[in-house]
């Protein structure tokens, strides 16, 4: 059995892909490369093919039809056999040495008395033109190198684990049912949302791992791309809503966390419907609000109360200044688009 499965999602990545496999290759027989081609256009499947028949042992290509980036991650999920489960997007890559610890330290863990079901790391935003590299860690939220529980995550607001710097035990994505959207946006935050309940035992290893471009215009994460795609926003907003509400907490820190990281999100699509800068798009934000809280009043009090709710909702033309205001503040402070 493989240690670690690692899916790469890839519609129209001709241009990029290679460079993410051969930083992935550089795991050897222990790592399942899954290369999923979302029903490409281009030479993505030519490119999968020719890697697959490559390293056999190592490289397996998907092919299906365009189901969209949350059905490429479904694809991955059902297919892989390692042991752990990892995503990498077409366009990002890793780095080699921290790549290496990565898998020490899993291989270690699998032999030692406890099971792990989530390993964590640090990743790199490559920004287009950026002459520093921000880097996402988590040194004084988490304990580093030991296995911990909920009791001990002490996230900052604003701080909050994404798909980049996580590592699932295969088995649990199983067992929780995680089922993606599809054609849906954004649904990398489901991923890094929905699995939690299940998750008991975590280990963060303090390592630059995951390196995350962004700078393509394009890319999903681009503002302008993202007012675009507003509606997938907002479902992905309330499918995160929906898990909260239907969850069974074991622990008052996890609750605690995942209100943090459900705030954090219902403030990114209230702003980017705030700049969009129609009636439409304020008639939506009202809508997504009462949606909450038909669904669950205590949480739509706790959403629509807290510092960052009380900023989307500002009341009148000036309010929805000061919010942007606000935003751009952090947008330069933190370096996203």
Known sequence: MKLLSIAIPCYNSEAYMEKCIESLLKGGEEVEILVVNDGSSDRTAEIADAYAEKYPTIIKAIHQENGGHGEAVNAGIRNATGLYFKVVDSDDWVNEEAYKQIL?????????????????????????????????????????????????????????LLMHSIIYRTKLLHE????????????????????????KNMYYLDVNFYRYFIGRDDQSVNEKVMIKRIDQQIRVNKLMADAFHNCQFDSKHLKKYMLSYLDIITTVSSIMLVRAGTQEALDKKKEMLEYIREQDLWLYHKLRYSILGRAANLPGRGGRKMFVAAYKVCQKFYGFN
């Not at 291989?107 to 990743?123: A, C, Q």
């Not at 304990?143 to 909920?150: H, R």
């Open 104 to 160: 020490k330290t899993l291989e270690e863990l699998t032999r030692g008395p406890k099971t792990l079901d989530m390993l964590i790391s640090n990743f790199v935003y490559e920004k287009q033109g950026a002459s520093r590299k921000k880097v996402m860690q988590y040194r004084h939220c988490l304990p580093v190198n030991e296995i911990f529980g909920w009791d001990s995550v002490h996230m900052s607001k604003g701080k909050y």
């Open 176 to 199: 929780c049912g995680l089922e993606l959207p599809k054609h849906t946006f954004y649904v990398d935050n489901l991923f890094a949302f929905e699995p939690l309940p299940f998750v």
